[in-house]
């Protein structure tokens, strides 16, 4: 089997009259230099990032445009870590990881059992309550704030991460969807063979179904710790004390346009704040390169 | 699954909704968030408040939790929480709990937090802002701390508290103060041959500068966008007139020609290339630390006094600056400078500790300690016993804010009532996208662009008005 | 190979009786169904419902979040129809942005995952320099990043120069504005792409392979075999991209905050204005439920119109 075979548009793209081991080397120099000029420029503003987090405070505003600073001020990165008021980016980046780290298990945990319901099982009013999910993407949360942060005021739940990770045990819709669009593609004819063998629904659930949408899995994993991480608006409305910030909120409260702001730090850490959502990728994505195995699927 | 049904389905779902909602609404008033604002009138708030934390102006000897909250960046973030643990040691039975943003992001929190009834004791506020709480109820007045002492104010001239009274009564406490200025490039005005302007300068001398400016030198004469509400306040300031009236119920002009000469010079300047074209101001969104002044391509720059500290940091220790006045309207009657607070503190009708709430405004307004940490960082100190022990701590460019201010002393205009509740509405809905730009792009005349800001505000004001 | 060239939609109506019947036991089970989707059920009844049917009413009212609301009938949409030039604006600004963006960042995300599905030597690397645009989000980094690089003296009009194109303010010029966040949601095609690559590798290989063995070329292959298997994950991007479009607000909101002339004034970013910059929360309610119908409609068009060419595992007999 060649290793090329997933990608067909590749294949039409191929030079027809080349002997086929020639061919594969001018195909393969032609993916690198064209995948990976486009990789440079996709790369160049996280360059520049990373360069402007180098830079003292005498270049960071006049040497603009430059990559590489004229001096390496590595001390913005220890400055920076200082974090605010006595609580550096040590207690931020716990309480991002706690966050990011819970909401994730929580909100791809249940959704993948929710899924499974709605796409697999006909019961009275399946439609009708996917719609209504899918209508929750809908409306913009801006207004749904207000009265939540009202509902979870007395429920004595502000300044506690309580309402941004209880939520998320119940599933979340975005995911729901892309799960249960994965489970779709699954026959349903190994369902049936596995029920045929005595297998319960939740064995089917457990020994066909979640195996085979690993991929989504791993997809809404990546989504949902990223998108964690990220938010910074909930974090800001429902948490007060500092020492329950995450890095995203640290990041916004330390750079006001209109005062005094340690703008080298803030490159800094906002540099740093995309490392560990970048290695949660790497680690995954492993497992998207793996693919899955297809052994009794029928074609 | 997704048939023919479809629609059905979106419609039942929807109806569905509807239906609840209407069933909510009517029969779980307590439930409800349409009911939980507690201010329903201000008359009512001052009622929850004294059930929860009585107006007395007794300090509670028990454990305190005292919540602050305030806008800024990290600078000011970690020198306020320094205060606050001086504050901590001097009253061991409180303890404060803080909560801090950037001014973006301070007021969703804030008025969230109005919204479930939570605000914190003591509220960093704005000249913008301020009035509308106070209309709603969720500031107290500062007078009975003050009558007794709790928030002492001794030499502090009335002209630096007014900023902050509501039909007589004081609600916000000035937090620093501060005035309109523009930095000027010393050796760029030396080099072209222009001398400084004097402080009576008008926007006819601005013109005339920055064209000198850029065409010996090539650089913009002026850096930034001017177009501000706070600058055309001082325009018309200087004509004896306000941004809005008295009452706050109209503008404060009633002849447009002022602002539409105004127009006219940023566009002659524009059209002259000795300011920043509309397209490069909104492009490059420039701030008090990344703009053309401080990367040496323009040679003067606006900014209040307070945030002078930032551009002197960021334009580096190399270049010669000072600080004029704002420039004032042609036929102009007074200063277009006036002191102005550059905040405030406030005690919020919600507050569980409104006592310990106005000590520790009193302490960050009194404390030699505590000021010698913030080092004017919100704006020169309203007590003038303060002011004199943290003279020599300050660094070169607090100096000249503060010999700045002095010079002004006695020259400025006196400041205007507080921007009225509707202010905000009119310069984020009308003034910048419906009059600014479409004038500044040439879409409009700067006539129409005036007459359109004259009449579309004048409603807003008027119909505010109206029960 | 035929059944799978020829997607269907519906049961095939010839399936032996027998078969049916036992298909019908393991499918239609009210207990079982709502004992899987309980756990969203709970949250939708306890977490989501309230402040959605919240909003609803206060859609009617004139809440301006300092102080308890009034009733006001219709006034607020009355207002948002017919006199607010700027709720226009903002409805124009996000059509153009949803029919602009969206196809532009799909075609991406499915043309660079089919190119990086293959086991070619560093494609990890490349998968994972494209996806790291997709993780600067919302940072202040960000915004200001955009702003050097398409400011007046930024690379962009840099690299043009070379090619002697004038240099121009892209955010602030009004026609050009606009074009740079949707080069920015663009370039950040990310999540769309792994979603696509995740749906690549759940078609069995088994097709390619037998494809081949009948001859198939790697065009019928894309058309036979990739885009059908693909496209319940095709819809599903469809679909979610576009209700995320309509409600586009982080790029707008850090970096050009509507401007210029109101022509990146998305339809989001007015209404956070409206509710948290001026404090009408009452008409930025009534903006969302409005909003909500036309992505309704939007979406519930595509889904109708996704049975002539999704075609799903599960139905096929």
Not at chain 2, 16 to 32: D, E, F, K, M, N
Not at chain 2, 267 to 285: C, G, P, T, W
Not at chain 3, 158 to 175: C, D, R
Request: hydrophobic share 45%; with cysteine; aromatic share 14%.
């Amino acid at each position: 089997m060649e290793a090329t075979v997933s990608t067909p548009v590749l294949k039409a793209a191929t030079f027809e009259g080349m002997p086929k081991k020639k061919r594969d080397f001018f195909n393969s120099i032609v993916f690198h230099v064209l995948v990976g000029g486009f990789c440079i420029i996709m790369l160049y503003p996280i360059l520049w990032l990373f360069g402007s987090s180098l830079k003292g405070p005498a270049e960071i505003w006049t040497n603009v445009f430059a990559l590489i600073p004229k001096e390496f001020a590595w001390g913005n990165y220890p400055e920076g870590w200082k974090g605010i008021g006595g609580v550096s980016y040590t207690t931020f980046y716990l309480n991002s990881f706690m966050y990011a780290g819970l909401g994730t298990v929580f909100a791809v945990a249940t959704s993948a059992l929710v899924a499974y319901g709605f796409a697999r099982i006909r019961f009275f009013g399946n439609k009708f309550w996917f719609t209504c999910m899918i209508l929750t993407l809908m409306l913009p949360s801006q207004v749904q704030l207000i009265p939540q942060y009202i509902f979870y005021n007395q429920l004595g739940w502000v300044n506690t991460y309580l309402p941004l990770l209880v939520p998320r045990l119940f599933g979340q819709a975005f995911f729901i969807f892309l799960m249960m669009q994965f489970i779709r593609g699954i026959p349903r004819e190994l369902d049936e063979a596995a029920e045929i063998d005595g297998c319960s629904r939740i064995g089917i659930f457990f020994r066909i179904i979640l195996p085979l949408i690993w991929p989504a899995i791993i997809t809404s994993a990546i989504f949902s710790f990223y998108w964690t991480w990220e938010d910074f608006f909930q974090p800001l409305i429902y948490l007060n004390s500092p020492k329950l910030y995450t890095v995203s909120l640290a990041l916004r409260a330390s750079a006001d346009p209109n005062s005094v702001t340690n703008w080298g730090a803030i490159f800094a850490m906002s540099s740093l704040s995309l490392i560990p959502v970048f290695l949660v990728f790497i680690f995954f994505q492993r497992y998207l390169v793996q693919g899955i195995s297809t052994t009794g699927i029928k074609g | 699954m997704f048939g023919k049904k479809q629609g059905r389905s979106t419609f039942i779902a929807l109806l569905a909704l509807l239906l609840i909602a209407a069933i909510s609404y009517a029969c779980a008033p307590a439930a409800q968030p349409t009911q939980a604002p507690p201010t329903s009138a201000p008359a009512a708030t001052q009622a929850p408040a004294a059930t929860t934390a009585p107006q007395s102006t007794t300090a509670s000897a028990e454990n305190v939790e005292l919540r602050i909250a305030w806008w800024g960046s990290q600078v000011r973030h970690d020198q306020t929480i320094k205060v606050i643990e001086l504050f901590e040691q001097k009253y061991p039975n409180i303890k404060v709990t803080y909560e801090y943003a950037t001014f973006s992001d301070y007021w969703p929190k804030m008025t969230t937090e109005a919204a479930g009834g939570n605000l914190p004791d003591v509220m960093q506020q704005d000249y913008a802002y301020y009035v509308g709480f106070v209309n709603d109820g969720l500031l107290v007045p500062l007078d009975p701390y003050i009558a007794d002492g709790t928030i002492k104010l001794e030499g502090v001239t009335d002209d630096l508290l007014n900023g902050g009274k509501v039909d007589g009564k004081l609600y916000a406490l000035n937090a620093g103060t501060n005035s309109q200025s523009f930095v000027i490039d010393l050796d760029m005005f030396q080099k072209a041959g222009v001398d400084v302007p004097k402080p009576d300068w008008t926007w006819q001398d601005f013109q005339d500068v920055s064209n000198k400016i850029h065409d010996k030198l090539g650089v913009f004469g002026n850096g930034g966008d001017l177009t501000n509400i706070q600058i055309v306040n001082c325009l018309f300031l200087s004509l004896g007139e306000g941004l809005y009236s008295d009452d706050g119920k109209s503008l404060g002009f009633t002849d447009g020609q002022p602002l539409v000469d105004y127009f006219q010079r940023m566009l002659d300047m524009q059209q002259a290339k000795s300011m920043i074209s509309r397209e490069q101001q909104v492009a490059d969104k420039e701030t008090i630390e990344k703009n053309t002044f401080t990367a040496g391509k323009s040679a003067m720059y606006f900014a209040h006094s307070n945030q002078v500290l930032a551009v002197y940091k960021a334009a580096g220790p190399d270049r010669h600056l000072k600080m004029v006045p704002v420039p004032r309207a042609v036929g102009a009657k007074q200063s277009a400078n006036y002191f102005k607070p550059s905040m405030f503190w406030s005690v919020t009708s919600q507050a569980k500790h409104p006592k310990e709430a106005a000590m520790f405004i009193d302490f960050y307004t009194n404390s030699v300690e505590a000021n010698k940490i913030m080092l004017a960082e919100r704006g020169i100190p309203i007590s003038p016993a303060i002011n004199a022990a943290i003279a020599p701590d300050l660094p070169p460019a607090q100096v000249e804010a503060a010999a700045f201010l002095k010079a002004l002393q006695g020259n400025v205009s006196p400041i205007r009532p507080p921007d009225p509740g509707k202010h905000n509405e009119i310069t984020t809905n009308i003034w910048g996208p419906q009059v600014v730009d479409p004038i500044m792009y040439g879409q409009i005349t700067p006539a129409d662009g005036v007459k359109l800001y004259m009449t579309e505000a004048n409603k807003l004001l008027g119909a505010a008005t109206k029960p | 190979m035929s059944s799978l060239v020829q997607p269907t939609t519906q049961d095939t109506p010839a399936a032996p009786m027998q078969r049916r019947a036992k298909k019908k036991s393991l499918r239609h089970d009210n207990r079982a169904g709502y004992l899987f989707i309980a756990p969203w059920l709970i949250g939708f009844f306890g977490f989501t419902l309230l402040p959605m049917a919240a909003s609803l009413v206060l859609a009617f009212t004139d809440y301006r979040l300092t102080a308890a609301p009034h009733f006001v009938g219709l006034d607020n949409f009355q207002t948002m129809f017919l006199q607010d030039p700027r709720y226009w604006k903002s409805v124009r600004a996000t059509f153009f942005y949803v029919f602009t963006a969206v196809p532009l960042r799909l075609i991406f995300a499915l043309g660079l995952a089919l190119l990086l599905n293959n086991t070619r030597r560093g494609i990890s690397a490349y998968r994972a320099a494209f996806y790291v645009p997709s993780i600067v989000g919302a940072s202040v980094a960000v915004a200001i990043m955009w702003r050097q690089l398409f400011g007046t003296e930024g690379i962009v009009n840099a690299l043009l120069w070379l090619f002697g194109i004038p240099p121009t303010s892209w955010i602030g010029n009004p026609n050009t504005g606009i074009w740079t966040l949707i080069l920015l949601a663009v370039w950040q095609f990310g999540s769309p792409m792994l979603i696509f690559l995740a749906g690549l590798k759940q078609i069995p290989q088994e097709l390619y392979e037998s494809a081949s063995i009948d001859g198939a070329n790697a065009w019928p292959q894309f058309i036979n075999i990739t885009i059908p298997m693909l496209s319940p994950v095709i819809l599903f991007n469809l679909v979610l991209q576009m209700i995320s479009g309509f409600l586009v607000f982080t790029q707008a909101f850090l970096i050009t905050e509507g401007g210029p002339l109101d022509t990146t004034l998305f339809y989001a970013l007015y209404l956070y204005q409206r509710a948290f910059v001026t404090f009408q929360m009452g008409y930025s309610s009534a903006m969302a439920w409005v909003l909500l119908l036309i992505i309704a409609v939007f979406t519930a068009l595509t889904f109708k119109f996704s049975s002539n060419w999704v075609f799903y595992e599960e139905k096929r007999d």
